[in-house]
T-cell receptor
Framework: AAGVIQSPRHLIKEKRETATLKCYPIPRHDTVYWYQQGPGQDPQFLISFYEKMQSDKGSIPDRFSAQQFSDYHSELNMSSLELGDSALYFC????????????????FGAGSRLTVL | AQSVTQLDSHVSVSEGTPVLLRCNYSSSYSPSLFWYVQHPNKGLQLLLKYTSAATLVKGINGFEAEFKKSETSFHLTKPSAHMSDAAEYFCVVSESGTYKYIFGTGTRLKVLA
């Protein structure tokens, strides 16, 4: 079965550079979530999109932006990178419309590891 | 507002002994609760999900969790630990209709030979 695809898997950047992470959700999933996980930390919610519109915003820095495209893939753009941005970035997808069985399952990608030097 | 507390940051068990990972939640409405596992340098994998159908939920790899509303708990258990169970475990709560998923701070499970 197709899973959530994230690219690149690893990325090394210098301070003040920019980086773009991509996420391809499971087919027919219309909702995408971005999480940031620092070393030894739990995943922190950054931002989510439903049907190409931002649905919720978490602790995303102003230097970061994201969008969801017409094919439902999403991109996270990070500018003026700082050392503290080094982390594992996860994308998760789900069906946005909830049925009778409560909240939908989030399916996570393998993550993109960003290292800022 | 919803929140989730994982009571133990680290748990160590011997191989073949039971596992108990504790999770308490706070939710204004009917919550959906999940347990995810993360092996080192890997993504998060769903173990099981509770959505009000049955209070005892069976998941993959022999794990199960029991929803106790009176105690606002959703503890994860396994009768017999395997070395391959060593990983980080996250309890997640979501309120129906909010599309928000709140993660606990994680419990690192260590399995001793």
């Amino acid at each position: 079965a197709a899973g959530v695809i994230q690219s690149p898997r690893h990325l090394i950047k210098e301070k003040r550079e920019t980086a773009t992470l991509k996420c391809y959700p499971i087919p027919r999933h219309d909702t995408v979530y971005w999480y940031q996980q620092g070393p030894g930390q739990d995943p922190q919610f950054l931002i989510s999109f439903y049907e190409k519109m931002q649905s919720d915003k978490g602790s995303i820095p102003d230097r970061f932006s994201a969008q969801q495209f017409s094919d439902y893939h999403s991109e996270l753009n990070m500018s003026s990178l700082e050392l503290g941005d080094s982390a594992l970035y996860f994308c998760a997808s789900s069906l946005g419309v909830q049925g009778n069985s409560g909240a939908n399952v989030l399916t996570f990608g393998a993550g993109s590891r960003l290292t800022v030097l | 507002a919803q929140s989730v507390t994982q009571l133990d940051s680290h748990v160590s068990v011997s191989e073949g002994t039971p596992v108990l990972l504790r999770c308490n939640y706070s939710s204004s409405y009917s919550p959906s609760l999940f347990w995810y596992v993360q092996h080192p340098n890997k993504g998060l994998q769903l173990l099981l999900k509770y959505t009000s159908a049955a209070t005892l939920v069976k998941g993959i790899n022999g794990f199960e969790a029991e929803f106790k509303k009176s105690e606002t708990s959703f503890h994860l258990t396994k009768p017999s630990a395997h070395m391959s169970d060593a990983a980080e475990y996250f309890c997640v709560v979501s309120e129906s209709g909010t599309y928000k998923y709140i993660f606990g701070t994680g419990t690192r499970l260590k399995v001793l030979a």
